[in-house]
């Protein structure tokens, strides 16, 4: 029997919603924080529920599919479903079409789908119809390519950024509604892509390059080690260890050391340098911790992370705050707040320098 896929998308803009923050407390209620408030959304024990910054799907106890935004439960489907979803869109499988809503209105793409995948922008999907891939931006759709043998998804895909190699392995980028050509290589480029910024290695020019503001730029003239993408900018480590930081034609160093560790998650960046912590966001660099630790989490402009004592700190608007030192407690980042459950199924959230407990 063969696989059917049917795929709605559902698209909020991040100026019209608040940052919400589900959890299920200790009565089995599925509550959520939103507008500094908790609030209810089901009485019942539900199933499952996945969430964003500003949206969370989940499967109720009748196993309905719903979507809840702060402000309202929309029922999608009583089916089985399996979706995925980004801060800003949701996109579920269930029949043959797919289909996605926009502004409120369900438009179908195609009735004959397959593999997808969903960004903080776009939503990319599989065309086996016409043996194309399709993006999807602001409620229009832009043909990527078409093959002639196995359809396959793009080399990668950033929140509103993609690059991709077509049918006869010219390699190309879509960012905001446009395709730009980059060129014919047969061995594969490897690309990291972010908001408004794609990293990569440019084999015909042995450079390191990037693709800002719709064009290709050289930022070093030979390869680096590694690199990653932020929004509207790069980080990337020399072949000498040193870590730079690449914004709008600036160039600031990081580390001179050999970064233990280094990641690059929207605004912020965090590194490792023997025993201690860095950071590096909205221009400036900090040290943290003089220790590494255990776990962290980082999103948006925030920096989440198990301190010595096994409970949660956090990095947030410049300032670094203890939020519990509970050992082990469950931890995660929406927007930019935190969410923390204590050992009693009590939670926690810390917005804009305020702790609020349910």
Same mark, same amino acid.
């Given at each position: 029997?063969?696989?059917?896929?049917?795929?709605?998308?559902?698209?909020?803009?991040?100026?019209?919603?608040?940052?919400?923050?589900?959890?299920?407390?200790?009565?089995?209620?599925?509550?959520?924080?939103?507008?500094?408030?908790?609030?209810?959304?089901?009485?019942?024990?539900?199933?499952?529920?996945?969430?964003?910054?500003?949206?969370?799907?989940?499967?109720?106890?009748?196993?309905?599919?719903?979507?809840?935004?702060?402000?309202?439960?929309?029922?999608?489907?009583?089916?089985?479903?399996?979706?995925?979803?980004?801060?800003?869109?949701?996109?579920?499988?269930?029949?043959?079409?797919?289909?996605?809503?926009?502004?409120?209105?369900?438009?179908?793409?195609?009735?004959?789908?397959?593999?997808?995948?969903?960004?903080?922008?776009?939503?990319?999907?599989?065309?086996?119809?016409?043996?194309?891939?399709?993006?999807?931006?602001?409620?229009?759709?832009?043909?990527?390519?078409?093959?002639?043998?196995?359809?396959?998804?793009?080399?990668?895909?950033?929140? !509103?950024?993609? /690059? %991709? =190699?077509?049918?006869?392995?010219?390699?190309? +980028? @879509?960012?905001? *509604? $446009?395709?730009?050509? #980059?060129?014919?290589?047969?061995?594969?480029?490897?690309?990291?892509?972010?908001?408004?910024?794609?990293?990569?290695?440019?084999?015909?020019?042995?450079?390191?390059?990037?693709?800002?503001?719709?064009?290709?730029?050289?930022?070093?003239?030979?390869?680096?080690?590694?690199?990653?993408?932020?929004?509207?900018?790069?980080?990337?480590?020399?072949?000498?260890?040193?870590?730079?930081?690449?914004?709008?034609?600036?160039?600031?160093?990081?580390?001179?050391?050999?970064?233990?560790?280094?990641?690059?998650?929207?605004?912020?960046?965090?590194?490792?340098?023997?025993?201690?912590?860095?950071?590096?966001?909205?221009?400036?660099?900090?040290?943290?911790?003089?220790?590494?630790?255990?776990?962290?989490?980082?999103?948006? !402009?925030?920096? /989440? %992370? =198990?301190?010595?004592?096994?409970?949660?700190? +956090? @990095?947030?608007? *410049? $300032?670094?705050?203890? #939020?519990?030192?509970?050992?082990?407690?469950?931890?995660?980042?929406?927007?930019?707040?935190?969410?923390?459950?204590?050992?009693?199924?009590?939670?926690?959230?810390?917005?804009?320098?305020?702790?609020?407990?349910?």
């Amino acid at each position: 029997m063969r696989l059917i896929i049917c795929l709605f998308l559902l698209i909020i803009t991040a100026s019209s919603q608040a940052q919400i923050a589900p959890f299920v407390d200790f009565n089995g209620y599925f509550r959520t924080f939103y507008m500094n408030n908790f609030r209810q959304i089901e009485f019942q024990r539900i199933q499952s529920f996945q969430a964003g910054d500003n949206l969370v799907a989940y499967i109720d106890n009748r196993g309905d599919f719903k979507v809840y935004d702060g402000e309202n439960k929309i029922a999608l489907t009583n089916m089985n479903v399996e979706y995925k979803m980004s801060d800003f869109q949701l996109a579920w499988n269930i029949g043959p079409g797919i289909f996605y809503l926009d502004k409120g209105e369900k438009k179908l793409l195609t009735t004959f789908g397959r593999n997808y995948a969903v960004s903080d922008s776009l939503i990319v999907f599989e065309d086996t119809r016409f043996n194309t891939v399709n993006a999807v931006y602001q409620g229009n759709v832009y043909p990527l390519y078409q093959v002639t043998g196995e359809l396959y998804m793009p080399e990668v895909i950033g929140d !509103n950024i993609i /690059a %991709f =190699r077509d049918n006869g392995d010219f390699y190309k +980028v @879509f960012w905001r *509604g $446009k395709i730009y050509d #980059l060129g014919v290589w047969m061995q594969g480029i490897t690309f990291n892509a972010g908001t408004d910024m794609l990293t990569f290695n440019d084999p015909t020019h042995r450079t390191f390059a990037i693709f800002e503001n719709g064009e290709f730029l050289d930022v070093e003239t030979f390869f680096v080690k590694s690199y990653k993408s932020g929004r509207g900018f790069a980080v990337y480590e020399d072949l000498n260890g040193n870590l730079w930081h690449y914004k709008d034609g600036t160039k600031t160093a990081l580390t001179n050391f050999s970064a233990s560790f280094w990641e690059v998650k929207d605004d912020i960046v965090v590194w490792g340098e023997n025993t201690m912590v860095y950071t590096f966001s909205n221009g400036e660099k900090t040290r943290l911790t003089t220790y590494m630790p255990k776990d962290y989490q980082l999103k948006n !402009n925030v920096f /989440a %992370f =198990r301190n010595l004592m096994g409970g949660v700190s +956090v @990095f947030m608007n *410049g $300032k670094l705050t203890e #939020l519990t030192n509970q050992p082990d407690a469950i931890y995660a980042i929406y927007g930019n707040l935190v969410l923390v459950e204590l050992f009693n199924k009590s939670f926690l959230v810390f917005k804009d320098g305020k702790k609020f407990e349910a």
